[in-house]
Structure formats: structure tokens, C-alpha cells
């Protein structure tokens, strides 16, 4: 089954304490992302990986890390988690069509509900 | 800054009526695409138009582009309560922008089908 999993779904825990929140999926996608969302402010882009050792900076990367070694792995990292990290947070991946202009659809994970004390 | 907003925020409706949604965006693009979320799930993707299209359907759904307005409307005919769920659009830029093929979301519309 095509999929995208992530770990953990819910995870508490305290400001400054490192964390890692793992993603992969099985669909051999080159694309894939961290977004998270905040009630009011939709899903936003925190970072993104167009395929192996290639990542960005999307619409909020601070205090985010990510790395992508593996296809089908693009773990998100917490260094020092701050209270304003808490949060829901998804992975997604997708394939990267050939022909410029065309995509296809966006795959996403289960989500992971963060808390931050 | 958010390129696609929703309207309206919230919406409840009976069941087997139609349920319209719409989404407005800024700049050009190269498609659109609807995402339906359950209560603190993830995202499931519904339906991508592309920006030389003008309709497209599928079961239920029904989704117009007009590029002129940079808008879009999501029309789900004779509505289920199990269709209740946040609606999202979301827009991709074209890719002769150098845009890196981000998807960016819109806040989200609540949609309450009442049994």
C-alpha cells in the first residue's frame, strides 16, 4: 500500500530537549516536506527535499533542521524545541513529473501532534 | 504569505444538499488542487486542475478554474454527513517562475453536513 508514515504521532515534551520526528514513504517520490499547521493559518512549509542531499528552507524553517540521505526518509529535527513549536506537523512526498509544468499529487502522513512545554 | 484563501471560513449545510467552496489566489499558477481533512488527520487529496483547464469532475465533486479571477470553486453535490471535513486549496506556482514546485495552502474551509 502507497503510503507516508511518521514518527511519533504524539509526542510531549519539554523546551530544549533535542528531538527527531521521522518520515518515509514507499512510493520511490523524489519531493517531499515538512509543513505544519496552527488553527487559523492553514498548512505552512517549514522545509523541503527535491530528491537526495538536495533540501531547502520553505515558508518557516527556524528552529527546524531536516536531511535527506535516503529517498524514502526526510527526518525533521528539533534541536532546541521552544513552546511556539508545538504544533501538528505533516510529511508529505509526491512524484516530480518529467515535463515541466506538470505534477502529480501530494501524498501525506498521519501527522504528528507536538507539545511543547 | 498565503497564496489561496478559502471562503467561507465555515459552512453547514443538510444532508443532500450542495456544498460550495472557493478559493482565491494572488498570482499565476501552474494548477490547483483540494485536500480534505478529517478532524486532526492528514490530508487527502481530492481533485488538480490545471491552469488550462476550466472544470473538471469527479464522483461528486465538481471543480472550476477561472484564471482571469484567480479563483476556483469546489462544488460536492448531495452532501453526506461523512463528507464533514476542512477543505483546503492549495496552488503551485508555474514552474517557468523558478519556483522550487512548492504547494501553498489556503486556511481552510469547516464544512458541517448536518444529518
Known amino acids: 500500500e502507497a503510503q507516508v508514515t511518521q514518527n511519533p504521532r504524539y509526542l510531549i515534551t519539554v523546551t530544549g530537549k533535542k528531538l527527531t520526528v521521522t518520515c518515509s514513504q514507499n512510493?520511490?517520490?523524489?519531493?517531499m516536506s515538512w509543513y505544519r499547521q496552527d488553527p487559523g493559518l492553514g498548512l505552512r512549509q517549514i522545509y523541503y527535499s527535491m530528491n537526495v542531499e538536495v533540501t531547502d528552507k520553505g515558508d518557516v524553517p527556524e528552529g527546524y533542521k531536516v536531511s535527506r540521505k535516503e529517498k524514502r526518509n526526510f527526518p525533521l529535527i528539533l534541536e532546541s524545541p521552544s513552546p511556539n513549536q508545538t504544533s501538528l506537523y505533516f510529511c508529505?512526498?509526491?512524484?516530480?513529473?518529467?515535463?515541466?509544468?506538470?505534477?502529480?499529487?501530494?501524498?501525506f502522513g498521519p501527522g504528528t501532534r507536538l507539545t511543547v512545554l | 504569505s498565503q497564496q489561496g484563501e478559502e471562503d467561507p471560513q465555515a459552512l453547514s449545510i443538510q444532508e443532500g444538499e450542495n456544498a460550495t467552496m472557493n478559493c482565491s489566489y494572488k498570482?499565476?499558477?501552474?494548477?490547483l488542487q483540494w485536500y480534505r481533512q478529517n478532524s486532526g488527520r492528514g490530508l487527502v487529496h481530492l481533485i488538480l486542475i490545471r491552469s488550462n483547464e476550466r472544470e473538471k469532475h469527479s464522483g461528486r465533486l465538481r471543480v472550476t478554474l477561472d484564471t482571469s479571477k484567480k479563483s476556483s470553486s469546489l462544488l460536492i453535490t448531495a452532501s453526506r454527513a461523512a463528507d464533514t471535513a476542512s477543505y483546503f486549496c492549495?496552488?503551485?506556482?508555474?514552474?517557468?517562475?523558478?519556483?522550487?514546485?512548492?504547494?501553498?495552502f489556503g486556511s481552510g474551509t469547516q464544512l458541517t453536513v448536518l444529518p
Open positions: 498570482t499565476s499558477i501552474n494548477n
Open positions: 508529505a512526498s509526491r512524484q516530480l513529473a518529467g515535463m515541466a509544468g506538470r505534477t502529480d499529487t501530494q501524498y
Open positions: 492549495a496552488t503551485e506556482l508555474p514552474f517557468s517562475s523558478g519556483s522550487a514546485r512548492q504547494l501553498t
Open positions: 512510493m520511490n517520490h523524489e519531493y
